[in-house]
């Protein structure tokens, strides 16, 4: 039995129902690979979202998608599960309002260099949830989830060449929209 303060996916692994004998290797499989890497899981979605709470709602989510429906022939668990909690956290942030950030800032006190800095991850996480689905994914895997451009080929079926150019071309991308985001927001203080 668990106790309250395991990770969010052992809680859940316990109180599965029992598959069938042909899909048991294959359910104990899945369980060993959530309770390996729930700390890569929490890793990478932190890294995006900013949250510890909602980096565990995301594995939660992950962890439950993958058990009423689990997956065939994962070769990578660690990259295959860090591409999950990327692309959940990004899809948290799409839909989340934008200021959840600074109203949380709002209520300590920080040194000045502190808040610009919140700003600044504020400013990437909006400018983030602006890209499509495939950049959003491929910056998160690069950046965020620290895979090397072979691996996040392999993930997304590109060739590790197409996967340096889609990286040079989101960069730019994010770069002149933070630009654009930071300058509007010191012209309104």
């Known amino acids: 039995m668990n106790t309250p303060g395991d990770p969010p996916m ?3 692994t316990d109180r599965l129902p029992r598959w069938g004998q042909a899909r048991r290797a294959r359910r104990d499989e899945l369980i060993a690979a959530l309770r390996a890497h729930t700390g890569l899981v929490l890793a990478s979605a932190i890294r995006v979202v900013g949250s510890l709470r909602e980096a565990e709602d995301i594995a939660q989510d992950i962890a439950e998608r993958l058990l009423r429906s689990p997956p065939v022939d994962v070769w990578n668990w660690p990259a295959y599960l860090k591409t999950l909690a990327v692309n959940g956290a990004i899809d948290r942030l799409r839909r989340q309002r934008p200021t959840t950030e600074t109203d949380e800032l709002a209520d300590v006190a920080t040194p000045e260099t502190e808040l610009e800095a919140g700003e600044r991850a504020t400013a ?3 400018a983030i949830a602006t890209l499509s689905e495939r950049e959003a994914t491929l910056f ?4 965020f989830a620290d895979l090397s451009q072979a691996d996040i080929g392999r993930q997304l079926d590109m060739t590790e060449n197409a996967v340096g150019v889609a990286l040079h071309r989101v960069r730019q991308r994010l770069s002149r929209d933070l ?5 509007l927001e010191h012209e309104d203080n």
């Not at 630009?179 to 300058?183: E, V």
């Open 140 to 143: 998160s895997l690069y950046y």
């Open 10 to 12: 052992a809680r859940l």
């Open 179 to 183: 630009r654009a985001r930071l300058q």
């Open 124 to 126: 990437l996480r909006d």
